[in-house]
């Protein structure tokens, strides 16, 4: 997918047309529970700008949005107390990553061991 879909469910999250069980937010980031989660902590963290995938993010965002990003993920981490055990994040990017919805989002995972490699289906 090359255009952006305003409907898909983070953006619809973002305007506020689901709900959603709020980590931590600011003006360019939103983190929300996982409502499937695979582990003790699952939690997807988004951009609030429209990005379809880490591509799309990495290509097109600004400096501020890059670093609010990437500073955010730690801090909610940190935030989970997953910070001493570890975790894993995951960007799952387009049909062979198995991307499921198309709005930039990393999952951080973790308040278990994971394992050494991801399962495939
Ligand atoms: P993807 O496969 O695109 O990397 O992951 C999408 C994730 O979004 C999945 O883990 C799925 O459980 C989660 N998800 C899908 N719909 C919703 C929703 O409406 N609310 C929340 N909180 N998570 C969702």
């Known amino acids: 997918m090359t ?17 959603h069980e709020s ?4 003006d360019y980031v939103l983190a929300f529970k996982d409502i499937a989660p695979l582990a003790p902590v699952h939690i997807l963290v988004i951009p609030k700008g429209k990005y379809i995938s880490v591509v799309d993010f990495g290509m097109k965002a600004s400096t501020e949005e ?7 993920v730690p801090e909610i981490a940190a935030a989970q107390n997953l910070g001493e055990d570890g975790f ?5 990017t387009g049909f062979h990553g198995g991307q499921e919805v198309p709005h930039f989002h990393v999952h951080i995972l973790g308040g278990e061991c994971l394992g050494s490699i991801l399962h495939r289906d």
Do not use: C
């Open 3 to 19: 255009t952006y879909d305003d409907n898909n469910i983070f953006a619809r999250i973002l305007r506020g047309e689901i709900p």
């Open 23 to 26: 980590i931590y937010e600011n």
């Open 66 to 72: 890059s670093i609010a990003f990437w500073r955010a």
């Open 88 to 92: 894993r994040i995951i960007a799952n």
